[in-house]
T-cell receptor, first 114, second 109 residues
Framework: DAGVIQSPRHEVTEMGQEVTLRCKPI?????LFWYRQTMMRGLELLIY????????DSGMPEDRFSAKMPNASFSTLKIQPSEPRDSAVYFC????????????FGNGTRLTVT | KNEVEQSPQNLTAQEGEFITINCSYS?????LHWLQQHPGGGIVSLFM???GKKKHGRLIATINIQEKHSSLHITASHPRDSAVYIC???????????FGTGTSLTVIP
């Protein structure tokens, strides 16, 4: 199993640009999570999906952030327009139904907005 | 108020020492996770607990549901155990997640 695959590994963009982060969960996992990690706030859950449906997006910072999961094998996190304070490492994780399985994390995308 | 509190925040140990990291939480949970974040940034799930105790190699995780407390123990610590250890809980209502701020462990040879 290839594990959770995130792309890109690094993204550097200018303020105001649109950024799209991608995640491919482990096959058979029906829960997918997007996290953000910063020095100031640590690890934060942004949104998670069960069976491709967003369940809790209360962690999404503001309307500039949006996440989609069009099918069981792909999810995107989009920031439009990006701002310097969005600079962070964004992790995607997948698991079997919440409360029943390990969280399997991708390697993360390090985003720098200048 | 943080729903999940970890202690200590930083921990330095000599190789071979027994290490304990504590996690207390204030919400009802369906599961508690211990995560390890390597110096390179990658995150690995070490344990998922809903009761009792689990052991994997030199790592032991325990949880006391009544006291809302979990501990992660590392026996015979090794420099390669140096990492940040994060406690995370899934609530039993609304499936929300809360994270501790992490414990940074450094094991000195």
């Amino acid at each position: 199993d290839a594990g959770v695959i995130q792309s890109p590994r690094h993204e550097v963009t200018e303020m105001g640009q649109e950024v799209t982060l991608r995640c491919k969960p482990i096959s058979g996992h029906n829960s997918l999570f997007w996290y953000r990690q910063t020095m100031m706030r640590g690890l934060e859950l942004l949104i998670y999906f069960n069976n491709n449906v967003p369940i809790d997006d209360s962690g999404m910072p503001e309307d500039r952030f949006s996440a989609k999961m069009p099918n069981a094998s792909f999810s995107t996190l989009k920031i439009q327009p990006s701002e310097p304070r969005d600079s962070a490492v964004y992790f995607c994780a997948s698991s079997r139904p919440t409360g029943t399985g390990f969280l399997h994390f991708g390697n993360g995308t390090r985003l720098t907005v200048t | 108020k943080n729903e999940v509190e970890q202690s200590p925040q930083n921990l330095t140990a000599q190789e071979g020492e027994f290490i304990t990291i504590n996690c207390s939480y204030s919400v009802g949970i369906s599961a508690l996770h211990w995560l390890q974040q390597h110096p390179g940034g990658g995150i690995v799930s070490l344990f998922m607990l809903s009761s009792g105790k689990k052991k994997h190699g030199r790592l032991i995780a325990t949880i006391n549901i009544q006291e809302k407390h979990s501990s992660l123990h590392i026996t015979a610590s090794h420099p390669r155990d140096s990492a940040v250890y994060i406690c995370a809980v899934e609530t039993n209502t609304g499936n929300q997640f809360y994270f501790g701020t992490g414990t940074s462990l450094t094991v000195i040879p």
